[in-house]
């Protein structure tokens, strides 16, 4: 029986593993049922936000996508490091509850292509909130209870995981 459980997770890692784009992951996260209706994966263009300053930038992604725009001092600004660890958490729990919703290898699998997917020396990461030893506080942009957004961006394209739940 045990082998039987395992083969999911296996599966769905080398699945992850054969993915190199953000749009193979977006197809990946779209097609799941499980974390379809909670975790959304948003691509654009990014080449009008290169001159915008990267809060200004984070709204007009969040806003090109029917989101609130939550200003300057809301957004938080990460480093590439601080993004592939708050990714991970997103796609590795739920919010609201923390059940797993991917492995941990399978989180952080995914969280490194979306980083590693920008550029390495004009890349922007930037949050409306933190997860911390189970918790969460955030700046919403959406109207659900619990929600988490990360946009990522360089000169050529953008990305909004957008993470929510309820309780």
Known sequence: ?????????????GLLQAMRTTSE??????????LSSRITLRLASAEPLAAKEPQLA???VVTSF????????????????????LLKKMLHRSLAYHQELLSLKS?????????????????HFLANGSINSGSADWT???TATF?????????AQAFLLYAEDED
């Open 147 to 155: 929600e988490m957004a990360v946009v990522g961006y360089d000169e």
């Open 25 to 34: 992951v977006k197809a990946f996260l779209d097609g799941s049922e499980q």
């Open 107 to 123: 989180a952080e699998y995914a969280a490194h292509v979306l980083v590693e997917s920008l550029s390495r020396y004009n890349s």
């Open 1 to 13: 029986m045990r082998q039987a459980a395992s083969r999911p997770l296996r599966r769905t890692l």
């Open 58 to 60: 984070a709204d007009a």
């Open 66 to 85: 029917g989101f609130a725009p939550i200003g300057r001092l809301a957004w938080c600004v990460l480093s590439t490091n601080e993004a592939a660890e």
């Open 140 to 142: 919403p942009i959406g």
